[in-house]
């Protein structure tokens, strides 16, 4: 597994769509992992907002961030950095630091339909920390200590002209305990909860 950081230049027409828009960043980014002719490979990516926006993509296999420079001259403002992601250190009770960028959600039957479901984003933060909990249990993690850094809700469009989505974006960060090793190391690679694509999901970990 590997874990690249990228800085586009906010200068840079695309790369200014691409920071404004999560569909326009994946499919920027989907372009840039996958060959010509050749369907992108499964990844997440998570945007760190700030002076300078980074993007965290995390990919099973070693990206040619080239591909990307070489489609849209002058996208970066920084060389990209990508380092490879060792499992191996990984045990069972191991206690690591956690960020997460997820959009938590809840199914329930819809009133004027009592036979489909709607996904409902959660915007308490008790539910919000609940929700975290629960996938713990289902990923191979114990969440010793979490807040709530961030939580606001993100107004999208998949096409110009197109109808809004909203979601529920939530940033948690603190520590957790790895309970089920292979079960961790699913949820470290498929990621967390709904709409990856949107950069959601990436769950980062480090010692301490």
């Not at 002076?51 to 080239?66: I, N």
């Not at 950095?81 to 039957?109: C, D, I, W, Y």
């Not at 915007?123 to 807040?147: N, P």
């Amino acid at each position: 597994m590997y874990l690249s950081r990228l800085r586009p230049d906010r200068s840079h027409a695309r790369a200014r769509a691409d920071l404004a828009s999560p569909y326009e960043l994946h499919a920027t980014l989907c372009r840039a992992l996958a060959g010509e002719g050749q369907a992108p490979p499964r990844f997440l990516w998570r945007l760190e907002a700030g002076r300078v926006p980074a993007v965290l993509v995390q990919s099973l296999e070693m990206p040619d961030w080239q591909r990307l420079e070489r489609r849209y001259p002058g996208y970066f403002a920084q060389a990209p950095e990508s380092k490879p992601v060792p499992l191996e250190h990984l045990r069972p009770g191991q206690v690591l630091r956690f960020r997460l960028r997820a959009n938590p959600t809840v199914t329930r039957k819809d009133p004027h339909n009592p036979e489909k479901r709607k996904r409902h984003g959660l915007k308490d933060v008790e539910a919000q920390l609940q929700w975290l909990e629960r996938q713990g249990g289902k990923g191979g993690f114990s969440v010793l200590g979490a807040a709530v850094a961030q939580s606001e809700r993100v107004r999208t469009f998949k096409h110009a002209g197109g109808s809004p989505i909203v979601l529920q974006a939530v940033l948690y960060e603190g520590r957790l305990r790895v309970t089920d090793l292979e079960a961790f190391k699913n949820t470290l690679t498929g990621g967390l909860g709904h709409a990856k694509a949107l950069g959601f999901g990436l769950l980062s970990v480090a010692r301490g």
